[in-house]
Structures are given as structure tokens and as C-alpha cells.
């Protein structure tokens, strides 16, 4: 049992094909055909049934499978490790964040990242937090950025950002002028919400008690969207403070904190502790670490000096 011919079984299983597989291996089908059935001989097992118009798995072929996945990505990762070595990071990086990530928590660490490492590409794969994990936990991306909290046994997470989210309002509104507003005044006007994600379950269940009076009149995908549609406005929503700040600093928005109690969104870095770490992977997580800190220290740093004041 060697590694070609792993990979051989596994192309026909996924492909459902000896024909197929080996056409995307650039090989012959007799080729094909006698890896596997070299591999039959071994196991003592038919792998396939070949009797419909489709090539299918016997139970004997499916556990192969599973293994014949792990076998071949140890044998990467130890190649890429041993290749590693005393090596300048270089290659491709997948990350995985949603839109609001990579517009204002990201761009400092990536700054950071491509002075430190510029043999680096950057590949992001946008989306929800819940098909980030997913994709985190298949290995189709190195590193992701996700709302916590999250309970996974197998994930390392790294707490990335935390931010209070707020009222936002448009300039002119009649809250505008408030210090703070109540559970009961966000009820009284219409509301533009996130349609899915953890904010939205969060702010439900902030709004639970006043549900019959709830004026929901849009439900986007996209913060930049809401904000659009809030400036506009259509109504009024609830966003972290850091993404409305240019807004709010070029005098169209305005936030205001709810009274008597705080809510915040928090982002962690997550990967999966069972995989090997490419090299640029494993530096990309230091810079955040290092970011992390810095961003802790200013911020303990603000909150002393405003203590002595």
C-alpha cells in the first residue's frame, strides 16, 4: 500500500469512475485499474463494486477512505514540514472572515503581516462566521476569523477584537440628541437588522420583551448595506462601534449607547489544533498575537490615564 495508490483509490471513489480518474491523473484506466486492485489483494477486500453504470464503495472500500484522506494529508504536512526548514515564509494563505472583518479589523494586521512577510499571498474566502468554521474544520482554509463565542473541542481560538455594539442613528433623527436610549425607545422605530449571524440573535433576544411592538422593516446580510440604508433613513439599527466610525466622523451617523445595559461583539482567530500549520500560517498567527497585546496595552493604557484624570 503506497501513497500513489492511495491517491488513485481516492479519485475513483470521488469521481465515482476509473475512466474519469484516470483522465484527471493523466494515466491510463488499466493503470488505474491495477493500483486498486493491487490494493484489493492487500486489504483482502473488494473496494468497489463496479456492477451498475456507477463505480461505488463497499463497506470495506468506505473505511479505507477515511483513512486513505489522513494518510495522504500526514504525508503532506511532513513533506511541507521537513520543506519548511530555515525557510523565509512564502506560498499562499487562506483566511476565512466576513466582510465587516476585512474592512476595519483586518487591515492593520495585514499591513503588519505583508511588511513583515511580503512572499506571502493573502487568499480570503468571505462569509458568515458559521461557514467560516466550516470550512476551518475541512481544512479548505488555514486560519479563520469568527464571532464568539464557540465551542469546539478540536479549534485553538485566539481573541482577536471585542467592541460594544451601539445605536446607530442617522444625524437629524429624533434620538440623535439622546445620551442613551432605552430597549423601549430602539422598540418605537423601525429597526434595520442583520439577517442572520450572532448579533442577530443577540439583539432578538434583547427586543424579546417588546416583540409585538418590534417595527422590523429591513433584514440585510451586509453591514456597509445597513449603514447605507440607515443614513438614508429608513430606520435605525444596532452595529459595533468601530464599523460606523467613518461615518459617524464624517457627521452622517450617530451613535448612542443603550441604557443599563452593554452589548459587545468579540472575534477570535480559530484553527484546528489536530492539523499541521503551514509556515505562513504559523507566522500570520504571531503578528496577531503581537497585535493582540498591543491593543490590550493602549487600551489599559487609556483607561489608567482617564482613571487619573
Excluded at 489522513?70 to 503532506?76: E, G, T
Excluded at 482567530?269 to 496595552?297: G, H, N, Q
Amino acid at each position: 500500500m503506497d501513497y500513489d495508490q492511495l491517491g488513485s483509490f481516492l479519485e475513483v471513489a470521488k469521481l465515482q469512475s476509473f475512466s474519469r480518474a484516470a483522465e484527471k491523473l493523466f494515466r491510463t484506466q488499466p493503470a488505474i485499474s491495477a493500483q486498486v486492485r493491487l490494493l484489493e489483494q492487500e486489504c483482502g477486500e473488494k473496494l468497489f463494486d463496479r456492477s451498475g453504470k456507477k463505480v461505488l464503495m463497499t463497506p470495506a472500500g468506505e473505511i479505507l477512505y477515511r483513512y486513505a484522506e489522513k494518510m495522504l494529508a500526514m504525508h503532506k504536512e511532513a513533506l511541507q514540514a521537513i520543506a519548511e526548514l530555515n525557510q523565509t515564509p512564502r506560498g499562499k494563505l487562506f483566511i476565512g472572515a466576513n466582510e465587516a472583518t476585512c474592512l476595519y479589523v483586518l487591515p492593520k494586521t495585514f499591513a503588519r503581516f505583508k511588511q513583515l512577510y511580503p512572499l506571502v499571498q493573502i487568499s480570503i474566502y468571505r462569509n458568515f462566521s458559521h461557514k467560516i468554521l466550516q470550512k476551518v474544520q475541512e481544512g479548505a482554509v488555514d486560519l479563520g476569523i469568527i464571532t464568539l463565542p464557540l465551542t469546539a473541542s478540536n479549534l485553538e481560538v485566539i481573541p482577536v477584537f471585542r467592541d460594544e455594539v451601539q445605536v446607530v442613528v442617522p444625524k437629524a433623527h429624533s434620538l440623535a440628541k439622546n445620551k442613551h436610549v432605552t430597549v423601549e425607545e430602539l422598540a418605537q422605530h423601525p429597526l434595520i437588522l442583520p439577517k442572520t449571524g450572532h448579533t442577530r440573535v443577540v439583539i432578538d433576544r434583547l427586543l424579546r420583551e417588546h416583540r409585538d411592538q418590534l417595527q422590523i422593516s429591513m433584514e440585510m446580510a451586509s453591514v456597509e448595506t445597513i449603514k447605507k440604508f440607515v443614513g438614508a433613513g429608513l430606520g435605525i439599527s444596532l452595529i459595533s462601534r468601530t464599523y460606523v466610525q467613518p461615518e459617524v466622523a464624517a457627521g452622517l451617523l450617530k451613535l448612542i449607547p443603550l441604557e443599563g445595559q452593554k452589548i459587545y461583539r468579540e472575534l477570535g482567530l480559530v484553527f484546528r489544533r489536530d492539523r499541521y500549520l503551514s509556515l505562513p500560517a504559523k507566522v500570520f498567527i504571531e503578528v496577531v498575537r503581537e497585535s493582540t497585546k498591543s491593543t490590550i496595552a493602549s487600551a489599559s493604557s487609556t483607561t489608567n490615564t482617564g482613571a487619573n484624570r
